[in-house]
Structures are given as structure tokens and as C-alpha cells.
């Protein structure tokens, strides 16, 4: 039986409500107020600091966050330089969940077959702290060093 991967979205709600991990639902919301009208990470991040968190993920005990930032780490640099959606979060949350270490200080994913080929990458330590998410992008490289898998 495999745990469930914990990821903490903190988007508020307007009634000041924090989203729950993965739930999709909020932990206090007034009647009548749809989740849906939860403001974006990109308004969150316009009246908040680079330094402001929007997502926490976990490996174990260990959290890794992911800070509005700047146009060269965190939210915005990955909404710039390569896209943001729920996808793109859920496979944040899987590399840094389950991936393995990708010698490039964060975490990827990779194929099965052999040799396995790395689909997306995290790279963790901005100039806000060492847990911090950097960046995060698909890839579709052959596997070696660190993160490569058994030789074929």
C-alpha cells in the first residue's frame, strides 16, 4: 500500500481559507462562496514578496517549497520559462514525492524501460532558502550519473 502524496496548497480563499493538500477543497469556506473563487497564484504572488510561499510539497518529513520568486526561480520563473498548470504541479509534486535524486540538487522522474530516460526534472536552493523549489521542467534525456537508473 503506497501513502498518499502530501502537497499543501496555499492559495487563500477570499473568505481567508487555505486550500487542503491535493483535496482540491478548502479547509473553511463561507456558504455560498465556490472554491473556484479562490484567487490565483498570479494574484497571490502580485500583492505578496518574492519570498511568499504558494505550495509546499513533501519527501517524507522533509518539505520543499515553492515561492512566488522572481523571473529566474520559483513561480514565476516556471510560469515564464515553461508553463504552469495543475500538471505541471502534480508533477512537481511526484518528483519531489517519489523521484529520485537527479545530482542537480532536486529531484526527476524517469521512465522504466532501460535505459530509463528522465521525463521531468526539479532543482531545489534559491536565494530564499535551500528547500526552495528553483525550477521545474519536462526533459526526455537518457539517464546517467546520479539519477540514471541499472546499466541495460
Known amino acids: 500500500m503506497t501513502t498518499p502524496r502530501r502537497t499543501r496548497h496555499l492559495v487563500p480563499l477570499l473568505t481567508g481559507a487555505v ?34 510561499t504558494v505550495r509546499e510539497y513533501f519527501r517524507g518529513p522533509a518539505r520543499y517549497t515553492l515561492r512566488c520568486g522572481t523571473k529566474t526561480w520559483g513561480w514565476k520563473h516556471i510560469k ?4 504552469w498548470n495543475a500538471a505541471m504541479d502534480k508533477k512537481i509534486s511526484a518528483a519531489i514525492y ?10 526527476s522522474t524517469y521512465t522504466a524501460q532501460c535505459p530509463s530516460v528522465e521525463k521531468f526534472r526539479t532543482i531545489l536552493g534559491t536565494p530564499a532558502a535551500r528547500n526552495d523549489l528553483l525550477t521545474a521542467y519536462p526533459v526526455n534525456t537518457v539517464a546517467s550519473g546520479a539519477g540514471g537508473g541499472a546499466k541495460c
Open 80 to 83: 515564464l520559462r515553461h508553463g
Open 19 to 52: 486550500l487542503l493538500a491535493g483535496s482540491g477543497t478548502a479547509a473553511a469556506t463561507s456558504p455560498g462562496v465556490p472554491a473556484s473563487a479562490a484567487p490565483s497564484i498570479d494574484a497571490i504572488c502580485r500583492s505578496h514578496g518574492q519570498t511568499y
Open 98 to 107: 517519489s523521484g529520485r535524486p537527479n545530482g542537480r540538487g532536486g529531484f
